[in-house]
C-alpha cells in the first residue's frame, strides 16, 4: 500500500516539477513580441491582408475592389450634399445610388421603365408620374431615373442631391 502511494507521489512530482520548468523556459521566438499592435505585431484590416494575398498571387489588386464614383458633373464630390435648382421643363436624372430630398417646390418621379424610386422616409416604391413628398429621401437604385416640376406649374424645385447626376 505505501508503495502504491509512492508512485502516485512521485508522478505527481514529475508532473508539478516539469509544468514549472516549462514555464521558466516558455520564451518568445527571436523576433516575436508578446505584445499585441506593436510595430514588432502590427493589427492590420482585413482589406489590407485580402490585397497581399492579391499581391502574392499576381493579382496586384483588392479582392472585393469598391465601385469608384464616376460622377456626371466634373469635380463633384459623390460624399457631398449639393443644393440643385430646376426650372419647369428640366429633368433631374441621377446616377445609380444617387439620393435627393426635395426641399421646396412639387416634384414627379421620372421613370423611363415600370420600375421606380425608392422612397426610403416612408418606405414605399414611387413611380413614374407620381408625386415625390417634400423631405423625404429618396433612393435611385439604377441611372436614368429622376425627378422633375410636377406639369402645369411655374416654380422651379430647390432638391438636395447627394451623388452623380445629370439635369436634361
Do not use: C, W
Request: net charge neutral.
Amino acid at each position: 500500500m505505501l508503495k502504491k502511494n509512492h508512485k502516485v507521489l512521485l508522478v505527481t512530482f514529475i508532473l508539478v516539477s516539469g509544468a514549472a520548468i516549462g514555464s521558466f523556459l516558455n520564451t518568445p521566438a527571436d523576433g516575436a513580441s508578446t505584445t499585441l499592435g506593436t510595430t514588432d505585431d502590427p493589427v492590420v484590416t482585413k482589406s489590407y491582408v485580402d490585397q497581399q494575398i492579391q499581391k502574392a498571387l499576381g493579382g496586384g489588386g483588392t479582392v472585393n475592389p469598391a465601385p469608384s464614383p464616376s460622377p456626371t458633373n466634373p469635380g463633384q464630390n459623390t460624399s457631398e450634399v449639393k443644393n440643385v435648382s430646376l426650372k419647369p421643363g428640366e429633368i433631374l436624372v441621377a446616377d445609380a445610388g444617387t439620393e435627393f430630398i426635395v426641399r421646396s417646390g412639387n416634384a414627379v418621379i421620372y421613370t423611363e421603365d415600370a420600375n421606380g424610386v425608392a422612397d426610403l422616409t416612408a418606405g414605399v416604391d414611387l413611380l413614374n408620374g407620381q408625386a415625390a413628398p417634400k423631405n423625404h429621401l429618396l433612393s435611385f437604385p439604377r441611372d436614368g431615373r429622376g425627378i422633375q416640376v410636377k406639369p402645369g406649374q411655374t416654380n422651379g424645385l430647390i432638391v438636395m442631391v447627394r451623388g452623380g447626376y445629370t439635369i436634361k
